[in-house]
T-cell receptor
């Protein structure tokens, strides 16, 4: 079993829909990251969180430490949100390394 | 803005060749990372450096070495390229946070094909 599991693997939705991507992990963590990768390869960090909830524009990330679960939500989705979304966790052993999920491929249809 | 650049976007090499992938960051970050990304496997850490001349093995270091002679530059070396090293290679950098994680800034990636 992978330490970081994402669901769904692929998601197709209509423009305007509310999107939820889930991430579950099995180890104790110091922080969880959400990343976005557009076609062509570049990866951008969206959020780093260790508790509660963060919001940036139409993106919202939540984490439940007790349940070892995080969600990334996109409100009023747009075709430019089409990308691969990757969850990554940093263990609580005090180092800089991340363990990555395999990503969720999101396609928003106009 | 942090900028992380990689020497090539696409590279084609032959089996047995020595391959150098270069990564440069312009924000004085102590930490630098090399990952490979393969379909269905996600990003996997090859090597990590937390200071000049310092390096630490990641999850899949076999067949790779690294060099960090200057703070801004982190090189990944494939001593003798093999077909199973065909992959997307991504470099990243971050500030240290007293041994804890911080936001990593990624380069655009190098898609390496070994024939």
């Amino acid at each position: 079993k992978n330490e970081v599991e994402q669901s769904p693997q692929n998601l197709t939705a209509q423009e305007g829909e509310f999107i939820t991507i889930n991430c579950s992990y099995s180890v104790g963590i110091s922080a969880l990251h959400w990343l976005q990768q557009h076609p062509g390869g570049g990866i951008v960090s969206l959020f780093m969180l260790s508790s509660g909830k963060k919001k940036h524009g139409r993106l919202i990330a939540t984490i439940n430490i007790q349940e070892k679960h995080s969600s990334l939500h996109i409100t009023a989705s747009h075709p430019r949100d089409s990308a691969v979304y990757i969850c990554a966790v940093a263990s609580n052993f005090g180092n800089e390394k991340l363990t990555f999920g395999t990503g969720t491929r999101l396609t928003i249809i106009p | 803005d942090v900028k992380v650049t990689q020497s090539s976007r696409y590279l084609v090499k032959r089996t047995g060749e020595k391959v150098f992938l270069e990564c440069v960051q312009d924000m004085d970050h102590e930490n630098m990372f090399w990952y490979r990304q393969d379909p269905g496997l996600g990003l996997r850490l090859i090597y990590f450096s937390y200071d000049v001349k310092m390096k630490e093995k990641g999850d899949i270091p076999e067949g790779y070495s690294v060099s960090r002679e200057k703070k801004e530059r982190f090189s990944l070396i494939l001593e003798s390229a093999s077909t199973n090293q065909t992959s997307m290679y991504l470099c990243a950098s971050s500030l240290p946070r007293q041994g804890r994680t911080d936001t990593q800034y990624f380069g655009p990636g190098t898609r390496l094909t070994v024939l």
